[in-house]
């Protein structure tokens, strides 16, 4: 063997060794980048399994919070039909005696000298109260379901908007 070809193999041998150590330093980058990425995807499952609980749970009490505010609205309907019923039988009293003044008026001695005119002004007046007393009675229940509802809508807004920003 010559010297050329004695330094031809010496340089292929050091080619050799050198693709060598560049394909071990691949495989061991792969084999780092590989657990590197596994554990970033380990953390980002993480991160989105806490983020969808996180959301779980804030949609859970805002949930609860409207739940929590319809349930006093009902209660708060339930407290004004009794009071609109209350004032329906003090309505209902309040008729009896008009119709009681208006029929005292037509039997009395003294109306017959006012006339008929007379009488009937009083079954109209006493026709008219009652007719005024029950449109303000459904003016009065509709508006305290409307205030109710209103009020209900409110808390259940500022409940999801104070936490929520």
């Not at 292929?12 to 691949?26: H, K, P, T």
């Not at 006493?126 to 509709?142: C, I, P, T, V, W």
Request: glycine share 8%; charged share 25%; proline share 1%.
């Amino acid at each position: 063997m010559t010297s050329v070809q004695k330094l031809a193999g010496l340089v292929v041998l050091i080619l050799v060794v050198m693709a060598s150590a560049a394909g071990v330093s691949w495989q061991i980058q792969d084999w780092r980048y590989g657990k590197q990425l596994a554990e970033i995807g380990k953390a980002q499952a993480l991160a989105i399994t806490e983020a969808g609980n996180t959301a779980r749970q804030e949609e859970q009490r805002r949930q609860s919070a409207v739940n929590k505010e319809a349930s006093d609205a009902r209660e708060q309907n339930k407290t004004a039909a009794v009071d609109a019923g209350t004032a329906d039988a003090a309505g209902e009293r309040l008729h009896v005696e008009a119709d009681k003044f208006a029929a005292t008026a037509c039997g009395d001695p003294g109306a017959a000298k006012r006339g008929a005119s007379a009488t009937r002004a009083a079954m109209v007046l006493s026709e008219l109260l009652q007719r005024a007393d029950k449109r303000a009675g459904d003016l009065a229940a509709a508006y305290d379901r409307a205030r109710i509802a209103g009020q209900a809508c409110e808390r259940s807004y500022e409940s999801l908007r104070v936490r929520g920003e």
